[in-house]
């Protein structure tokens, strides 16, 4: 089994719409980021949680919601999706410690119509 | 303004070549550089390196860092079709943060 997993893969939703994407993890990481991925752009940090209490915005984090329900749960909204927050979005988790490895999800290809 | 830039772009390669990858950064607290590989789905990491001069290798894969020139390069020797994928490069800071910055990646493909 996955240890970062994704849900939903692919949506399609219009604009306007509220739309939330979740990532659930068994590493038992306490560190959780939410990315975006566009053509030509790399990866760009949305929001980041270090813990459940501990939120904290990325480059990018206008237009977008986190909540953190558990250690192994973060999840991205998108209040009032837009046509430009289509993307490829990419949960991670890290571990406390020494090591700056993140562990990718499968990603969430969202398109905004 | 963080900035990690790879060069190049893309590159196209017959199976059997050699190629080098080239990531420099300018960043600030500056503690490591990483490598990921990315097919079409989740990045898997490949390496992660923290001083100067001291080459990582993983079979055909290796890769070294310059903290005085601010880059770093990855090669693969004998490349087969399977290294097709995008390369990503990313730099770590010091402090609690642990945010990662990624340069936008080299498109690698290799064809028999």
């Known amino acids: 089994d996955a240890d970062v997993t994704q849900t939903p893969r692919n949506r399609i939703t219009k604009t306007g719409k509220r739309i939330m994407l979740e990532c659930s993890q068994t590493?038992?990481?306490?560190?959780m980021y939410w990315y975006r991925q566009d053509p030509g752009l790399g990866l760009r940090l949305i929001y980041y949680s270090f813990d459940v209490k501990d939120i904290n915005k990325g480059e990018i984090s206008d237009g977008y919601s986190v909540s953190r329900q558990a250690q192994a749960k973060f999840s991205l909204s998108l209040e009032s999706a837009i046509p430009n927050q289509t993307a490829l979005y990419f949960c991670?988790?890290?571990?406390?410690?020494?090591?700056?490895?993140?562990?990718f999800g499968p990603g969430t290809r969202l398109t905004v119509t | 303004e963080d900035k990690v830039v790879q060069s190049p772009l893309s590159l196209v390669v017959h199976e059997g070549d050699t190629v080098t990858l080239n990531c420099s950064y300018e960043v600030t607290n500056f503690r490591s550089l990483l490598w990921y590989k990315q097919e079409k789905k989740a990045p898997t990491f490949l390496f992660m390196l923290t001083s100067s001069g001291i080459e990582k290798k993983s079979g055909r894969l290796s890769s070294i860092l310059d903290k005085k020139e601010l880059f770093s390069i990855l090669n693969i020797t004998a490349t087969q079709t399977g290294d097709s994928a995008v390369y990503l490069c990313a730099t770590s800071h010091s402090g609690s943060a642990r945010q990662l910055t990624f340069g936008s990646g080299t498109q690698l493909t290799v064809l028999p």
């Open positions: 590493k038992g990481h306490d560190r």
């Open positions: 991670a988790t890290s571990e406390t410690g020494t090591s700056y490895e993140q562990y």
